[in-house]
């Protein structure tokens, strides 16, 4: 695991954004896995910022995750968010454009259908991740087991807190469950670059880098991985290497 600690959350982001740039360049037809959160929204503005330094038409991304009930329309959706924050601002075109519908009638066969997806694109070449104030990756939180692969998952209250802005301020009307690639689907992609700012997630940094594997901390797996840049701010670097 290299880690790289900035000095502010726009180091970090404008790290990502020619990161991201350099990566497209070199590959233009690469495909991306994309994290939600309020982590990657400057990374994002960042890299529309410089949008016309690459072209993502031959680009195809797949989202970690997305709410069980919410269709692709709906304002809550991380499919919206994706939107809003990247995808209306590029010219990545749509059919090239991969997510979970949180709406699908039968969720198991939607999940299925995702895994066949990212395995008919060539797999993920770059995987761009968030961490969850519990350590989760993904939606994949802290639980005796882990799902290898894309899967419904019960989101705990935490989880459902982090994401109340979303939802007028009130975690009751976050969704209770979601779809989220496994950790075997993020595990696979040939390059990770994980990013995260901020005191919050401190502790959580430390625990992913230093600590030890478990399940209850699923971004600790990412230490196996041959491939992962971790790019932090100071405040999230804070607990490193004072074991
Ligand atoms: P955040 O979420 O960027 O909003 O902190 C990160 C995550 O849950 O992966």
Redesign the pocket.
Known sequence: MRIEVFRTAEDVAAAVAELLITEVQRDPAIVLGL??????VLSYERLVAKRHRVSFRQVRTFN?DEFVGLGADHPGSYRRFMERHLFAHVDVLPAHIGFLDGAAADTQAECERYERAIAGAGGIGLQL?????NG????NEPAPELAARTHRVVLLPE?RR??AADFGGDPDQVPREALSMGMATILHARRIVL??T?A??AACVQRMAEGSLTTMLPASFLQVHPNVDVLLDEPAAARLGRR
């Open positions: 994290p939600t959160g309020r982590t990657p970690l991740l968030g961490i969850g104030n989760h990756i993904g939606f989880t982090a994401n990013l995260a901020g919050g997630k």
